[in-house]
């Protein structure tokens, strides 16, 4: 049985704190006023003083997949001392995620030592599912106001980092964690650039050696420069190349327009959930 081994209480110094807030509330990659509402009630709750700061990281509305994306690069890949990931992106719609009452506020501990306080839903744990050394139910209540994210989360977490230990609760199973879909949109960044899930060695051999590839997302098919054969892009071309995310020397892949967004070339509001698979093709 794992335990809870994040420091809490007194052993947490004050003004120390990073909670990054990694959430949906504005709709679209935008912020919006209930990151200011959840901020607060952050502060309300900081009753021994132990935030520095709060950073607000907005992902696009409902898309598990997105908030999985940064929840893994943040804590995985950009991750500092007292840093503590606080998410709430939770699925609507006929995409395969039932029920919201089965939709848990848990919190995780990484092997890192990072913790995580996020719902679990969808494909939010997903990117970490194999670094999380433990992972439990917190005791908050999950219905009577539209609103959980500011009216129970909060409070929840600065009382389990206060050191309340009671409010962690049965432990569940990470193996049913789903993986993170292995050829998918993963995040649109501000520049229209789509982050992916793949890795250059899943990709073939026919396409790593293809200057130009035939790619279809979203059901728009585009030729699109591939840098990995020394495909070299002016402005207006869709490439593709080595992303900024995924971790040193495991980047993932992404597809950008040379001064321009690949987003809106594809047809892409924003990651969602069921936007489906990315098929690449190798031109002869």
Not at 76 to 98: C, E, M, V, Y
Not at 143 to 164: K, V
Not at 230 to 258: A, H, P, W
């Amino acid at each position: 049985m794992a335990k809870w081994t994040y420091p809490f209480g007194d052993t947490i110094r004050e003004d120390s704190l990073h909670v990054e807030v990694i959430a949906d509330y504005g709709g679209e990659h935008s912020t919006d006023h209930a990151f200011s509402e959840v901020t607060n009630h952050f502060l309300r709750f900081d009753t021994k003083n132990k935030i520095r700061h709060l950073t607000e990281h907005p992902v696009f509305a409902f898309s598990t997949i997105e908030t999985g994306f940064w929840i893994g690069q943040e804590a995985l890949h950009s991750q500092h001392d007292n840093l503590i990931i606080f998410s709430n992106t939770a699925p609507r719609g006929d995409i395969k995620w039932h029920g919201e009452q089965r939709q848990f506020f848990a919190c995780g501990m990484l092997d890192n030592g990072l913790p995580i306080f996020a719902v679990h839903a969808g494909y939010n744990l997903s990117f970490i599912k194999d670094r999380l050394v433990g992972l439990w139910v917190v005791k908050t209540p999950n219905e009577g106001t539209q609103f959980r994210s500011r009216d129970y989360y909060p409070e929840a977490t600065m009382a389990i980092l206060n050191g309340d230990l009671k409010r962690i609760g049965e432990e569940l199973d990470i193996k049913k964690i789903p993986d993170y879909p292995k050829n998918s949109i993963g995040s649109v960044d501000g520049y229209g650039n789509l982050k992916t899930t793949i890795r250059k060695g899943e990709l073939s051999d026919s396409v790593l050696k293809s200057p130009i590839l035939r790619v279809t997302i979203n059901g728009n098919s585009y030729f699109v420069l591939n840098t990995l054969a020394n495909g070299k892009g002016k402005t207006g071309d869709l490439c593709m190349v080595y992303g900024s995310s995924g971790g040193k020397n495991r980047n993932f892949m992404e597809f950008i327009q040379m001064q321009g967004r690949a987003a809106d070339v594809f047809k892409i509001q924003g990651p969602r959930d069921n936007l489906g698979e990315i098929k690449i093709e190798a031109v002869k």
